[in-house]
């Protein structure tokens, strides 16, 4: 399976301010998703990206709060925008690989003070 | 809307009991059902994964029972092992999205 390698691990930040979460693949990857774990709950998808097109967001998830790139087939980045307290979460990138393979990065802790 | 319901939410067993995760699910879409153990710190690893089209799935400890006609499946965790104590997630996939259900913290006492 794809190993992924996700930074930063771990970040604390003040409010009103961005992060930027990097996801880089060991191998080209078609589809990377991002999710959001606040603590203690299940994984919930945020958005699937594409390399070469515009992310797509899932219901209570806009692009003006989680601006995602995907310049190629092994990076993406999830951009955590204008932080408040209820961002405070693990935020997870993930590849799907040949039957439904899914993959897992370490994930970010992000605590927003 | 909740579309994978997971029970129970946590789950005690002593070392060498099986513990047993049960999962329900609405989307009649959903082709693939995996089952990720979570450490703390750590991302989701895939544990094992059924199709629909099997009822039952074992990988060393680790079996899946799957009902399909009731929308059910489970995990079945025998001789359970302390290194076990971590947190269970099913989930279902449909269209290259997973769906993930709630979680089950399990604690396996030596």
Known sequence: SAV????????????GTSLTIQCQVDSQVTMMFWYRQQPGQSLT?????????????????????????????????????????EDS??????????????????GTRLTVV | QQQVKQSPQSLIV??????IINCAYENTAFDYFPWYQQ??????????AIRPDVSEKKEGR???SFNK??????????????????????AGNAGNMLTFGGGTRLMVKP
């Open chain 2, 14 to 19: 002593q070392k060498g009991g099986i513990s």
């Open chain 2, 62 to 64: 680790f079996t899946i």
């Open chain 1, 45 to 85: 998808l945020i958005a699937t990206a594409n390399q070469g097109s515009e992310a797509t967001y899932e219901s209570g998830f806009v692009i003006d709060k989680f601006p995602i790139s995907r310049p190629n087939l092994t990076f993406s980045t999830l951009t955590v925008s204008n932080m408040s307290p």
């Open chain 1, 89 to 106: 979460s693990i935020y997870l990138c993930s590849v799907v690989n040949k039957n439904y393979g899914y993959t897992f990065g370490s």
């Open chain 2, 39 to 48: 450490f703390p710190g750590k991302g989701p690893a895939l544990l094992i």
């Open chain 2, 69 to 90: 006609s009731a929308k059910q499946f489970s995990l079945h965790i025998m001789d359970s092992q302390p290194g076990d104590s971590a947190t269970y997630f099913c």
């Open chain 1, 4 to 15: 992924i390698s996700q930074k930063p691990s771990r970040d604390i930040c003040q409010r």
